[in-house]
């Protein structure tokens, strides 16, 4: 039988879950996958304990998840290698008994089990499962990935760590992840002056650069094209309602009429494909302002004004990515009939249908 805690092995250094937590956020920079339940508190001090118990790739050590509720602050300041071998050893067989100080209550280790480790923690690949354990198993599963264990060495200049964090991601994080970040920190960054925006037809606008014209430009340059079949460019407006650009001859062509207020949405796009035109109301959300009920309601009485059915409109609210805190606080309030798009994730629309539809498998 395998004993519950091999002790041949030293164990590894300890940072603090406050310095761990302080790492995080750069190992899994925005556009990661279930970022929030990768860099929150709890990821840190979950993390903390795999590194308390040694439980790192290579040791043959594990821990379970009710092992971080029983972890207080008392306990993470005896960093000395018995004391933690004794805590750990100790902890991992099933007790009852109350543990004054606790860091989470018992019956949060399923949260901890699903929210951060299952679904944050392993899917970024900071977290192995141990290989052919019974789901029923009382013995611990859990251990941190080799190389993401090493970035949490507390000797590390900032610098070191920056640059190593880096490679872990490019070594350890697939092309979809990597790209999906990218696309992430260019658009939070926004260098430069202004962005160069190529419409459809070949014409290229200056907007002022930052991430609502980063979310624009990927609208006009990603979205239409691969979403509608013949696109056109009617308006681009920029923050504090600037016209970009006004195109008055295709309006009068699909016989829209532009209003000179400012009711018009960020974007508004055209499909020529279809026998009759689709008009596309866009609205860039990095802050606030996503297509609600309201909002459909005024974009709706301009399209009928110009002849447009509701059949021949269509209503899309454009995000940066739909992991960001922008997207989490508006989704509830997202019309219903409308669709969201993420410019992380250029080839999927999210779907608010108003009306039944018929379930098909992925």
Known sequence: MRPLWPQSMTLPALLSWNDIHARLP???PEGSANREHSVWEIAAKTIFVMLYAGAVEGAERWIRPDQVTRMTDE???QAGDDARAAWAKASIKPSKADVPGRWYAVNTRESIRD????YALIQNGAVIERPGLATTSPAGRYALQGDFAALLAPDLDE???IAKAAAWREKHLNPGALARIAIVRRGAAGGGAYELVTFPNGETRRMGAGPSADISKAVIEVFAPKFLENPGVITLSESGNKVVARDDELAKA???TIPADKSLPDIVLVDLGPQHPLLIFVEVVHTDGPVNDARKTALLQIAEGAGFAPQHVAFVTAYLDRASQTF??????????SYAWFASEPDNLIIFSGKPHQIEGG
């Open 26 to 28: 750069e190992i899994f």
């Open 159 to 161: 610098a070191t760590f």
């Open 75 to 77: 306990q993470a300041t």
């Open 328 to 337: 989490r606080k508006t989704v509830s309030g997202l019309a219903w009939g």
């Open 254 to 256: 699909i016989g829209l």
């Open 115 to 118: 929210d951060t480790i299952r």
